[in-house]
């Protein structure tokens, strides 16, 4: 079965300073991997996805994600930390069903402080 | 372009009864996805549809049931209600169900459900 694991709870990071959001896949089969985040009493919103292709992703908000399939992990990175990105984080991948089913990791919570 | 509409936004059941929560997708999106969040069980799939036919179906009791109407909107009916189902159920749509957007979805707000 198609699995995540998101082996942090929180993350904290200094504004300004670079962020990592950890995830490890596992999958039978090519990965389609993604990240989503919440903020609070809010849905969910797609920042990038991994589906083929090249091993680092861009996303929205300035947000990447590299993919390494040797370690099995996509981890999500910011170059430079800003408090409004603090929210939580959810590393997805695509269910064997296909289509838009979705397996969901626990969830990060990532705080930026001043 | 307005986003995912999901009615009612909050509401309080008590313990047997049933609930329907209504969906609205983007214009032009085919596919609706619905998933439960809860604190202790995180977000899980519950169904997929897509030109109103039931695409993928998660491990849920039948007393989850949903249905996909011609213009799109879905609807999630929850049968007998337990206490256990207390959560924001979340509703997404997507243009397609497969090809390159696979997976990128629109997640509207959630309704979030009580029960007593």
């Known amino acids: 079965a198609q699995s995540v694991a998101q082996p942090e709870d929180q993350v904290n990071v200094a504004e300004g300073n670079p962020l990592t959001v950890k995830c490890t896949y596992s999958v039978s089969g090519n990965p389609y991997l993604f990240w989503y985040v919440q903020y609070p009493n809010r849905g969910l919103q797609f920042l990038l996805k991994y589906i083929t292709g090249d091993n680092l992703v861009k996303g929205s908000y300035g947000f990447e994600a590299e993919f390494n399939k040797s370690q099995t992990s996509f981890h999500l990175k910011k170059p430079s930390a800003l408090v409004s990105d603090s929210a939580l984080y959810f590393c997805a991948v695509r269910g064997a069903g296909g289509g838009n089913k979705l397996t969901f990791g626990t969830g990060t919570q990532l705080k930026v402080e001043l | 372009k307005a986003g995912v509409t999901q009615t009612p936004r909050y509401l309080i059941k008590t313990r047997g009864q049933q609930v329907t929560l209504s969906c609205s997708p983007i214009s032009g999106h085919r596919s609706v996805s619905w998933y439960q969040q809860t604190p202790g069980q995180g977000l899980q799939f519950l169904f997929e549809?897509?030109?109103?036919?039931?695409?993928n179906k998660g491990n849920f009791p039948g007393r989850f049931s949903g249905r996909q109407f011609s213009n799109s909107r879905s609807e999630m009916n929850v049968s007998t209600l337990e206490l256990g189902d207390s959560a924001l159920y979340l509703c997404?749509?997507?243009?397609?169900?497969?090809?390159?957007?696979?997976?990128?979805?629109?997640f509207g707000e959630g309704s979030r459900l009580t029960v007593l």
């Open positions: 997404a749509s997507s243009s397609g169900t497969g090809g390159v957007n696979t997976g990128e979805l629109f």
């Open positions: 549809y897509f030109s109103e036919t039931q695409r």
